[in-house]
């Protein structure tokens, strides 16, 4: 568990799902990750413009059929985060303290 | 206080992670894996594409071209209409790296049927190496196919 580290940004419900959604995965449209979270568009906007901000997803703009799409994928920044954090998790939970 | 405080963030850390390994199910549970019947689709046409170049035979060329690009986009807008695309573990040296292998194999397979073809008159050499591509890539696409499902099966267990 050496170098996990805890971090806030990630560890707020919504954006700690996002993540875990995002991880396994190369990228994952707007629509999808709001379906598996469960909440509006704006509240889900906010978060991913959160987690943009520090550098943690990017996202690819696409056209099919007329239809703008949003991706979203973790940067290689992001994804270490994530590792981190989750390592941290399971810290705390196997109380090496 | 400080044995409650331990054992409050313990528990939240452990629902943070059972919430992480939902999400996680959950993403992957959205892939698409590859449609087999676009897969066996493909596979001939590139057999068939291999057969009938290394019998010499170029009237259908182009339209196999065609028909081998259109499966490939068909192939790839399947897999995004999901809304997810899977993560390719490999880096781009290796997938460079097995493009150096794939581009000279799907060459020698034609030169080797023309080859056989026209100086041991073997006619039915190319259809067997057609034949043989398009097993070798119908069975990389079923053990994928097969591979996703068993992948599942076993996180559900």
């Given at each position: 568990m050496e170098g996990s580290k805890f971090d806030t940004i990630i560890h707020a419900p919504n954006r700690l799902q996002i993540c875990a959604l995002l991880s396994p995965l190369e990228q994952v449209e707007f629509r999808v990750i709001r379906e598996e979270l469960g909440v509006s568009d704006s509240v889900l906007s906010k978060h991913l413009k959160q987690l943009e901000d520090v550098g943690y997803i990017k996202q690819k703009k696409s056209k099919v059929n007329g239809r703008e799409r949003r991706w979203f994928h973790l940067t290689a920044k992001g994804r270490k985060a994530f590792e981190l954090h989750v390592q941290e998790l399971k810290r705390i939970v196997s109380g090496l303290l | 206080m400080t044995n409650t405080n331990k054992h409050l963030k313990s528990q939240d850390a452990q629902e943070a992670l059972d919430s992480i390994k939902k999400m996680e199910n959950a993403g992957l549970k959205r892939i698409v894996p590859a449609s087999r019947l676009l897969g066996a689709i493909l596979a001939i046409l590139i057999g068939t594409q291999i057969a009938l170049l290394g019998a010499g035979i170029r009237t259908y060329n182009t339209i196999l071209i065609v028909l081998i690009v259109i499966m490939t986009i068909a192939i790839i807008n399947k897999n995004r209409s999901a809304g997810v695309t899977e993560r390719i573990l490999l880096s781009k040296r290796k997938i460079f790296i097995l493009l150096c292998c794939i581009i000279p194999l799907y060459f020698s397979a034609i030169i080797g049927g023309q080859y056989l073809h026209s100086h041991?008159?073997?006619?039915w050499a190319p259809f067997v190496i057609g034949g043989i591509v398009t097993i070798s890539i119908w069975s990389l696409i079923a053990s994928a196919y097969h591979s996703h499902f068993n992948k599942f099966n076993k996180d559900n267990n």
């Open positions: - | 041991f008159n073997y006619f």
